[in-house]
Every structure is written in C-alpha cells, then in structure tokens.
C-alpha cells in the first residue's frame, strides 16, 4: 500500500506560534516515530508509540514537544511556543512489529520546519 | 555509550569509479542490529540493509555490497561502478536489544556525489 505520508511538507512559523504536524503510517503498523533532523546531521528520536500508547518520549527536548497517536494510527507532532533551535527536518517512520529493535522503520519525507 | 560515527563527511567519486563508506559502532550490547539507510534530496530515507549481530557474513546485492567486522565494530557499505542516481546522503544506524528497540542511533550521515 501507501508509504508514510507526512504534512505539510514545508511549514514557516513565527517564533512564538504553535505548529502541528502530521504522520499517516503505513496501514497496520504497529509502531511510531518521531525523530528530529537538524541540517548536516543524522536524524534523533524524539519519541514512540506502539499504537496509541506512547511508551518512550524521552527524546521530546522540552514541554514545548507534545505527540499523541489517539487512535494508533495518525499521530501529530505538536510544538507550542515554537523556538528558533526548534527549525529542522520532523521525520515520521513505523514499523510492521511492536517490537522494533530488528524491524526496519519506513520514513516519510518528512516536515521541514523553519521558524523565523 | 551507544553510538555511530560516520567519519566521511562529504565524498565526491566520477561515475563507474566504486566506492566504501565507513560505519564504526559502539555499543555495550552484545545483541543488536545494524542498518544502512539512502536519503535522495527528496527527504525520505530508504532502507537499504540489516544485519544482526551474530551474522558476520559479507552481502552482496547487485552494486551494492556489505562488509560486516565486529573485530573492529565496522559495518562498511561499497558501492561498485557508482552512477548518477547513486548521489545521496547515506546514514548508518545501531539498535541494540538493550534499548526495548524503541531508539535507533544514526550517525551523520556521508553525502555522495556521483559525477557524472
């Protein structure tokens, strides 16, 4: 089927504003992922659900950071506040199992956010 | 600690020439995962290769090839007779048992040029 859809694909924000970006997994996925991608570098987790239960959000770098998956599948990315350090590359990936360690994660093209 | 270095930053190679990009690991873990992604100027990363720590058996797929030595915690990715389509960025990634497979660790990726 369809891979991970992410939007929108490019947001600007104002420093201050609230942003919310989204991820549509591949159907039937079980697991979700957050991960953030500065410019030059790799990407970072930020967090993860298995279905709507989001079991690791010890990447989210401040409160400002808040995911939810309500009903295990869509999951938005919410950044309250948004700060200039916060403008990066938000990559969504899931994977088939609950159990990830050896499953490989298939990424959408991701959200490029620039605050300004 | 658990983590990838990608000591290439930038390579540069003119098409039909191979080419390796160097993977070095550390982790504490005994059993883990090892993966190679490809991210075209599109964004998504695509997943390439895994390889579980207890098979250290060499693959090959078509121009792409792998070399597995945990001798030396390397987990190298050739390239013969590079072309064009080839140019991206290329990150390596570690996901260890320990972590309950929630975090995969990237490292910074090498860009590939491929002149044509």
């Known amino acids: 089927g369809a891979g991970v859809s992410q939007s929108p694909r490019y947001k600007v924000a104002k420093r201050g504003q609230d942003v919310a970006l989204r991820c549509d997994p591949i159907?039937?996925?079980?697991?979700l992922f957050w991960y953030q991608q500065a410019l030059g570098q790799g990407p970072e987790f930020l967090t993860y659900?298995?279905?709507?239960?989001?079991?690791?959000k010890s990447g989210l770098p401040s409160d400002r950071f808040f995911a939810e998956r309500p009903e295990g599948s869509v999951s938005t990315l919410k950044i309250q506040r948004t700060q200039q350090e916060d403008s990066a590359v938000y990559l969504c990936?899931?994977?088939?199992?609950?159990?990830?360690?050896?499953?490989?994660?298939?990424f959408g093209n991701g959200t490029r956010l620039t605050v300004t | 600690a658990q983590k990838v270095t990608q000591a290439q930053t930038e390579i540069s190679v003119v098409e039909k020439e191979d080419v390796t990009l160097d993977c070095v690991y550390e982790?504490?873990?005994?059993?883990?995962?090892l993966f190679w992604y490809k991210q075209p100027p599109s964004g998504e990363l695509v997943f390439l290769i895994r390889?579980?720590?207890?098979?250290?058996q060499n693959e090959i797929s078509g121009r792409y090839s792998w070399n597995f030595q945990k001798s030396t915690s390397s987990f190298n990715f050739t390239i013969t007779a590079s072309q064009v389509v080839d140019s991206a960025v290329y990150f390596c990634?570690?996901?260890?048992?320990?972590?309950?497979?929630?975090?995969?660790?990237f490292g910074t990726g090498t860009s590939l040029t491929v002149i044509p």
């Open positions: 990936a899931s994977s088939e199992t609950g159990y990830s360690y050896n499953s490989p994660l298939h």
């Open positions: 982790t504490r873990d005994t059993t883990y995962y």
């Open positions: 990634a570690l996901s260890p048992l320990s972590n309950t497979g929630n975090q995969f660790y």
């Open positions: 659900f298995q279905n709507e239960a989001q079991l690791d």
């Open positions: 390889r579980n720590s207890f098979d250290e």
């Open positions: 159907s039937g996925h079980v697991s």
